[in-house]
């Protein structure tokens, strides 16, 4: 018996270096999927995270670092969690024999200060992909991608796993939208049954559907679209304390300006229209010959305002009514 603790003496540093002997790749990707079955993606922290990213390794790994707490005010961070929960699980899924040999977790900074420390990140969310070896590493920085979806992030790690199973992503069935879609389309349907023999005469009147297209060939024309994008004002000053409502140059507009011009047209195509439709009809001669001159002088009158428009648009034009003049040159 006084040679076993001898014994004992002499076998314990053998047995401090095997408990302290580390874990093959095999073991570690066992162990974190393992975890990703019962919860994928894996929540991780600065132990997790350098474990698992460590090398040697014969397996992949994406990170997603993020800050869910509400003081970090992440409005993106808490937009893409969903879409990649959505991933990992569909992914782990469709790959139930770890075939792909990819472990998908997250890392918040609550649990994992040092490590966004040590990556020097000052925003998030942000995606990294360790692909065996470690020698390279890939980053996806998602806060440039506003649009960013489960499917644009597996299209890109797909890009970066060749040779390997790349399941595809399959959202849950929506039964609520189902749902409200079958009753609204159901609805709608019933009420156009019922309002039907009112509202068909009117689609059917060509009469409408010539003021609707008249309407909005004004307003494109006018240039209401320009003033869409460019967020033009609506009116301006002249420099002399008063107001502008028509603004010189093609590249500028205001809101008004379009409005007239709008307006003017109105006024023009309808003084042709009154011309060849209604004037012809009128059995009086005397009284049609004076509906002739008065649309001819309201189109003259027109006519001329909107050239007179036309040269503060453009200073060079040559023409203008009345009179009718060219300018030598």
């Known amino acids: 018996m006084r040679w076993l603790p001898l014994f004992i003496s002499l ?32 929540k991780l922290a600065d132990s997790s995270y350098k ?13 997603l670092l993020t800050a869910m707490d509400a003081r970090f005010g992440c409005q993106l961070c808490r937009e893409f969690q969903p879409e990649w929960d959505l991933l990992a699980k569909s992914w782990l899924k469709g790959d139930k024999n770890a075939e792909s040999r990819i472990i998908f977790s997250t890392l918040d900074f609550s649990d994992g200060r040092d490590t ?48 390997r199973p790349h399941p595809p992503v399959k959202r849950p069935v929506n039964y609520v939208a189902w749902a409200v879609g079958v009753v609204s389309t159901l609805g709608i349907a019933g009420a156009l049954a019922k309002a039907g ?9 060509r009469n409408a ?5 008249l309407i909005g060939i004004l307003m494109f024309t ?24 028509f603004s010189a140059g093609f590249q500028n507009q205001l809101g ?59 200073g060079g034009y040559p023409f203008s009514l009345p009179p009718l003049y060219v300018r030598e040159r």
């Open 11 to 42: 076998a314990l540093p053998f047995g401090t270096l095997a408990a302290k002997k580390p874990s093959s790749p095999a073991d570690t990707f066992n162990d974190f999927h393992t975890k990703a079955i019962s919860t994928t993606p894996v």
């Open 51 to 63: 474990k698992l990213t460590a090398s040697p390794r014969d397996y992949s790994v994406t990170v």
């Open 116 to 163: 966004f420390i040590s990556l020097s990140l000052q925003t998030a969310p942000v995606l990294l992909f360790f692909p065996p070896p470690l020698a390279l590493t890939l980053f996806l920085v998602l806060k440039v991608l506003f649009d960013t979806t489960s499917q644009t992030v597996h299209a890109w790690l797909s890009r970066h796993l060749p040779d």
């Open 197 to 205: 023999p009112y509202i068909l005469p009117v689609v059917q009147n």
């Open 209 to 213: 559907w010539a003021a609707i297209s």
């Open 222 to 245: 006018s240039g209401h679209m320009f003033n869409q994008i460019r967020k033009v004002p609506y009116v301006a000053g002249d420099g002399r304390g008063g107001i502008s409502y």
């Open 256 to 314: 008004m300006e379009t409005q007239i011009i709008a307006f003017i047209y109105g006024l023009l195509s309808f003084s042709a229209i009154a011309l060849i439709m209604k004037v012809p009809r009128v059995a009086d001669a005397k009284k049609q010959q004076v509906w002739v001159l008065l649309w001819s002088a309201i189109l003259f009158l027109l006519y001329s305002f909107l050239l007179s428009i036309f040269r503060i648009k453009n």
